[in-house]
Nanobody, 121 residues
Framework: VQLQASGGGLVQAGGSLRLSCTAS????????LSWYRQAPGKQRELVAG???????NYADSVKGRFTISRDNAKNTVYLQMNSLKPEDTAVYYC????????????????WGQGTQVTVSS
């Protein structure tokens, strides 16, 4: 099971980006999907999460600006980021919890490789 994140880049403050993260590897079901970020010299922090029932939660710093969504048919989670600020600059990681494969294997937590988001002032 692998997660592949994409969509990062360089954007000016006030701009938008859409991150995508797709799971591959004979996926049967994924419970929760989340986006985390880690800025230089800081700890990794939760940005947004979405359950298998599509309930969402957000860090206070991104509420009203970011939207997380998922497409279960594509095993993909998205993060729409609007009104970006320089403090949003970080490497963004996707995470999937309790991934069940078609073979019956269960992975408790799987991380993507990270995608860089840089917001210039």
């Amino acid at each position: 099971v692998q997660l592949q994140a994409s969509g990062g880049g360089l954007v000016q403050a006030g701009g938008s980006l859409r991150l995508s993260c797709t799971a591959s590897g004979s996926i049967f079901r994924i419970n929760d999907l989340s986006w985390y970020r880690q800025a230089p010299g800081k700890q990794r922090e939760l940005v947004a999460g979405i359950t298998s029932g599509s309930s969402t939660n957000y860090a206070d710093s991104v509420k009203g600006r970011f939207t997380i969504s998922r497409d279960n048919a594509k095993n993909t989670v998205y993060l729409q980021m609007n009104s970006l600020k320089p403090e949003d600059t970080a490497v963004y990681y996707c995470n999937a919890t309790r991934v069940t494969t078609g073979w019956g294997s269960v992975f408790s937590s799987v991380w993507g490789q990270g995608t860089q988001v840089t917001v210039s002032s």
